[in-house]
């Protein structure tokens, strides 16, 4: 094994491997800012730092050529800035701001990004806005609300946690933490709800999650859903069967603690599980387990494996974050997903980047960035939100 967890604490950036020619733009929302950086295979340079006292870019998404999309999950503004693909430039100031639900964590496009969707985690709706215009702007077209029984004792709303979007373009699943439930949005049925699969069990909490593919084919409906539960660290698989009338059946097939049969959290009541990362082999399923009471959380490997029409998931391994609470991570858009990049608000490190093994899909370390290089709060979140955005358009 690597010594993770020293690599990653020494006070600077560091790097354990030559990368070749790499040359990535990220951007990074942390709290009061969003950054701009390039990453070199070792070293992360500071590009823009926009300074927005109050304001918390969780999630973020781009269009090019220069449109990127950011929410503020302390208020109710959907944000246009611009931002230069090519030289990684962010513009000092939002171009555009728009009013839609308060509290909106998630933002995904259509296939064709002609429709931005919304979820909000304060207000347990999705937001569905028009982006078809040149100049990026957003129209709201309107508000699609979660309903059904609040499930999750320690919630007392629905939570539309995260949009999922399934790569056939149609479907979208929306991960309700409050109502322990997964929705389905129809995107050619108006973007209504047109099926709700409660995650058992009662309290799990479904966060983030991922469709999976057992046999990929060009704008194949996918075979599988995977959810991570926050609350109560479970990651569960679920089966996807299409209905006569368009509709789609989820069943779950399998549930497991998400920190794997043998390595428990230090302190059960804080850990909450956060991110979940489907990687283009879908094989690969990447989770975040956070405030597990030691020293830094983790991030672990599952694989989805299927034959003879049978599926499941298996824990496989798991590396240190670097920091603690990783809220995202997401992987680089080269071919071969080479990288994992974690933000990590809080801890020693705030964004780590960590090398990814094509063959077995394990993660060792890379590289990090500092929290204090980061934080423009004493005290305060780091880093939370981690993308790279491709110079073009793929
Ligand atoms: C950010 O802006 C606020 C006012 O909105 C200001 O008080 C603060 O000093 C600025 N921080 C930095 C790092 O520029
Ligand atoms: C959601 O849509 C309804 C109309 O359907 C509107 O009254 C409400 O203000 C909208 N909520 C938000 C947060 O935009
Ligand atoms: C959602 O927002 C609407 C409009 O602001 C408000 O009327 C409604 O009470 C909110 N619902 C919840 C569950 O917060
Ligand atoms: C995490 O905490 C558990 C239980 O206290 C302990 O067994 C384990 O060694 C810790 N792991 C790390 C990496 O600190
Ligand atoms: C777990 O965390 C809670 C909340 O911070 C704390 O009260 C409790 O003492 C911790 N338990 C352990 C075993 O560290
Ligand atoms: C993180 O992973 C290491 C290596 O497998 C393990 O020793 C440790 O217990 C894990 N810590 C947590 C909090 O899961
Ligand atoms: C930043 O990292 C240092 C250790 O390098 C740690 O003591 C401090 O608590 C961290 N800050 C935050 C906000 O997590």
Known sequence: MLNLGLALAAPSLIARQD????????????AGQILSFQFDGKVFKSISAVNETGKSASWMIFKHPNHLYAVDENSNTLRLFNYDPTTGKLSDKPV?????????VS?????????LLGGSYSNGTVDIWDTSAADGSMKFIKNVTLTGDILNPKQTTHRAHQIVPDPSGRYFAVNDLGGDAIHILDSKKDYTITSTTAVAPVGCGPRHG???TANPAPGALPSHYVVLCETMNLIKLYKIDKQADDTLKLTAIQSESSYGPAFPPANATTAAAGELTVANNQRDIYIT??????ETDNVSLFTFQHQDGKARIDFKSQISSGGISPRMMSLSVDKDQSIMFVANPMGANGIVALQRNQKCGSLSPLAAVVNTTISNQPGGFGPQFVLEIPAKST
């Open 107 to 115: 933002l995904e496009f259509s296939l064709d990004k002609t429709r």
């Open 96 to 104: 555009a701001e728009k009013t839609g639900s308060p509290g909106v």
């Open 210 to 212: 991922g469709f999976l």
């Open 19 to 30: 990368q070749g020619a790499v040359d990535k733009k990220l951007v990074v929302g942390a």
């Open 289 to 294: 387990n956070r405030l597990s009471g030691n």
